[in-house]
């Protein structure tokens, strides 16, 4: 029996477990009440509450503008959504970076207004103290290495990183770091395949991947991407399960098409 199945609500003690037992662990964003139902009911392991709400909700082009309170906003309504998995809120720009007891009452206040269970920041050593801090108060923390979108104006591209022996080696010590600091996980975005295995292979905690190839722990994926919501933004690592662009714009056709034919609402459909 797979300790997916055997434990009710999953935490990080069962991510732990599932990555001792070499059982895969799924995540997937989502930032409203209604998907987060869906998604949990359908058995996903781990939601995250991204910040790619400020992309795929509020359209902004970076992550940098969305703010803590509308990060909270969305994570009030998928915790509401929600049963079983273990729910992941991320500390948007601005609300960690200038000191440590900034980003402890951040995380105190989207652990008190959200009902989440845990928390995400990107970075490595420079994070490192304020990830100690947070979880010595008791909070869940996830890291976050790699291609890290808050960060996007310093490297100026979204390509793959870590490709260079300097970076690599940056990024497996921030891996272990991070680790140390006590984080429960880390997600590694656009990494080579061949370095997220070597990372994973060398913690305790899972690494969950994003572009990372398969030896990760875990895989993520933005659900407007793998739902097909967005259909421009096409990576190799996206794999797209829907259409959703092309379903959702052929419902809405015929139903301008029934209203305006006079079709919608018909005799059943009225009172
Ligand atoms: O905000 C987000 O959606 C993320 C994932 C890409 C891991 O951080």
Do not use: W
């Not at 029996?1 to 997937?28: D, F, P, Y």
């Not at 500390?91 to 440590?100: E, I």
């Not at 100026?156 to 497996?172: M, S």
């Amino acid at each position: 029996m797979s300790v997916h199945k055997e434990i009710k609500k999953v935490t990080t003690n069962t991510l732990q477990k599932m990555k001792a037992a070499g059982e895969k662990i799924s995540m997937i964003t989502a930032y409203d009440f209604s998907f987060a139902k869906l998604f949990d009911s359908a058995g996903i392991d781990i939601i995250l509450v991204g910040d790619s709400a400020s992309n795929v909700m509020a359209g902004h082009e970076t992550t940098l503008p969305i703010t803590l309170d509308q990060m909270i906003y969305h994570a009030q309504s998928v915790v509401r959504g929600i049963d079983r998995c273990l729910v992941v809120v991320d500390m948007p720009f601005g609300s960690y970076q200038s000191n440590t007891e900034i980003a402890l009452a951040s995380a105190i206040k989207i652990m008190k207004e959200t009902g989440g269970h845990s928390i995400k920041l990107e970075g490595g050593e420079e994070v490192v103290d304020s990830v100690k801090k947070i979880v010595s108060a008791g909070i869940p923390v996830m890291g976050h290495l790699g291609l890290t979108p808050q960060s996007i104006y310093k490297f100026g591209t979204y390509t793959v990183r870590a490709k260079e022996v300097d970076e690599a080696a940056k990024l497996k010590k921030d891996a272990l770091l991070l680790e140390e600091a006590g984080a429960f996980a880390i997600v590694l975005e656009k990494i080579p395949a061949s370095l997220a295995k070597e990372v994973s292979e060398s913690l305790h905690i899972p690494t969950i991947g994003i572009g990372a190839g398969g030896y990760c722990d875990g895989q993520v994926l933005v659900m407007h991407d793998m739902l097909g919501i967005n259909t421009e933004f096409k990576p190799r690592f996206l794999r797209q399960y829907l259409n959703m662009h092309e379903q959702v714009t052929g419902a809405v056709k015929q139903y301008i098409s029934d209203v305006k034919s006079k079709d919608f609402p018909n005799e059943q459909e009225q009172y």
